[in-house]
């Protein structure tokens, strides 16, 4: 199975030449340590950054310089900072790509929660709201299974939502998923060393298997 890292790596290789890509907090922040060099790719942060690069070593991070979740970031030559409302007015207007979302719960058709857990003291449901609401090219990076070892590919959502029907594709520890036109998560590559068993033990929504699922390389 992928953690977290290998997870972020797999997403990178859905990055193309020429992007303009946003990361969400948690595990999308970490893809931006994967981007292969010699690909011309702008990472936004919805706080302000457009041209964000990979997190700081140890001893050369600069407190002032932040990420959506708080956490210190770099910036690659040529890099803008602006305020809230040019970066919102960015999202809104499309001009961002691909978007790289954490998750909660996946529904079969698209669905995504990922602000608020019923009973757990939020600030506020953020940026997430903009962003699916504008992008037409959604990644979820998440575990598939909770720390009570229940899915969290979901026929529907238990929690509050987000979005609707706006989740193209999701890669967890176990596989990688597309969204099918009709509903369902279409198995597209298991994660190294991960059977198809085990990934129908770990989906309670629709699993569409069309053909033998390849293990991903990373």
């Keep these: ?23 969400g907090i948690g595990i999308p922040t970490l893809v931006a340590n994967y981007i292969p060099v010699g690909l011309n ?6 706080n302000g950054i457009l041209g964000m690069g990979p997190f700081p070593f140890e001893g050369e991070e600069d407190a002032d310089l932040i990420n959506a979740g708080k956490q210190t970031v770099t910036l690659l030559r040529g890099a803008s900072i602006f305020d809230s409302a040019m970066s919102f007015g960015m999202i ?13 719960e996946v529904s079969e058709h698209g669905d995504i929660a990922n602000w608020k857990i019923p009973g757990k003291m939020v600030k506020g449901m953020g940026g997430a709201m903009d962003l699916v609401a504008s992008a ?17 590919l979901l026929p529907k959502c238990d929690l509050p939502l987000t979005g609707v029907r706006c989740v193209k594709k999701i890669v967890t520890e176990l596989g990688v998923y597309e969204i099918a036109r009709e509903g369902g998560f279409r198995l597209i590559e298991r994660a190294p060393g ?11 929504g629709k699993l569409i298997i069309d053909v033998e699922a390849p293990e991903m390389v990373i």
Excluded: H, P, Y
């Design 1 to 23: 199975m992928l953690d977290k890292n290998g997870i972020a790596k797999r997403i990178a290789r859905e990055v193309q030449d020429g992007m303009f890509v946003n990361l």
């Design 41 to 46: 790719v702008e990472m936004q942060s919805e």
């Design 92 to 104: 809104r207007a499309q001009k961002v790509n691909l978007t790289i979302l954490g998750a909660m």
């Design 136 to 152: 037409n090219n959604i990644i979820v990076a998440m575990q598939q299974v909770n720390k009570a070892g229940e899915s969290k």
């Design 194 to 204: 991960v059977s198809v068993e085990q990934i129908k033990n770990a989906t309670a």
